[in-house]
């Protein structure tokens, strides 16, 4: 029997060996949103020692308004879909930010707090969804990823301060 999820209730710690829909199931493409997450995962883990973890995006509204307020400025994206889940937390001198959404995109925030070498902006939908019309402007990269079969990438760099 598989083991049970990581959760306290209000977070989620995200396994990247058993990849699980918890907390994305209102998802169309709730499996391939789960191996984006647990790829997000398995990277941090293995480059900064750093346990991924989420919450509803109604319990880290902080993090859905600084990614969405980010968009909007930036370049006028608004997101129609709900959010699922969010999280933010900083490695080393990055401060990170995701949120996850029921139309299976994966929308990340990377921002150097010592000033601006490397502040972006990633999108990431999930292989079984066609990229929202917000973001069909920007071409998108791919390659494989055993968690989370092809990933699409796509990216801007932040020009302002947040």
Same mark, same amino acid.
């Given at each position: 029997?598989?083991?049970?999820?990581?959760?306290? +209730?209000?977070?989620?710690?995200?396994?990247?060996?058993?990849?699980?829909?918890?907390?994305?199931?209102?998802?169309?493409?709730?499996?391939?949103?789960?191996?984006?997450?647990?790829?997000?995962?398995?990277?941090?883990?293995?480059?900064?020692?750093?346990?991924?973890?989420?919450?509803?995006?109604?319990?880290?509204?902080?993090?859905?308004?600084?990614?969405?307020?980010i968009l909007k400025e930036e370049r006028g994206i608004v997101i129609s879909s709900r959010p699922l889940e969010a999280t933010s937390?900083?490695?080393?001198?990055?401060?990170?930010?995701?949120?996850?959404?029921?139309? +299976? =995109?994966?929308?990340?925030?990377?921002?150097?707090?010592?000033?601006?070498?490397?502040?972006?902006?990633?999108?990431?939908?999930?292989?079984?969804?066609?990229?929202?019309?917000?973001?069909?402007?920007?071409?998108?990269?791919?390659?494989?990823?055993? =968690?989370?079969?092809?990933?699409?990438?796509?990216?801007?760099?932040?020009?302002?301060?947040?």
């Amino acid at each position: 029997m598989p083991a049970s999820p990581k959760t306290n +209730g209000d977070t989620y710690t995200v396994d990247f060996h058993t990849v699980s829909p918890v907390g994305l199931e209102s998802s169309p493409v709730a499996a391939a949103l789960a191996g984006l997450r647990a790829n997000e995962a398995r990277y941090f883990k293995n480059k900064y020692d750093h346990i991924f973890t989420v919450a509803p995006a109604s319990k880290a509204k902080s993090a859905v308004d600084w990614v969405h307020r980010i968009l909007k400025e930036e370049r006028g994206i608004v997101i129609s879909s709900r959010p699922l889940e969010a999280t933010s937390f900083q490695v080393e001198n990055i401060r990170m930010a995701y949120v996850f959404y029921e139309s +299976g =995109l994966s929308i990340n925030v990377m921002y150097t707090i010592d000033g601006p070498s490397k502040r972006a902006v990633g999108f990431k939908p999930s292989e079984d969804m066609e990229v929202p019309e917000q973001l069909s402007k920007f071409k998108f990269a791919r390659q494989k990823s055993k =968690l989370a079969g092809v990933i699409r990438g796509s990216y801007f760099v932040i020009k302002n301060e947040y």
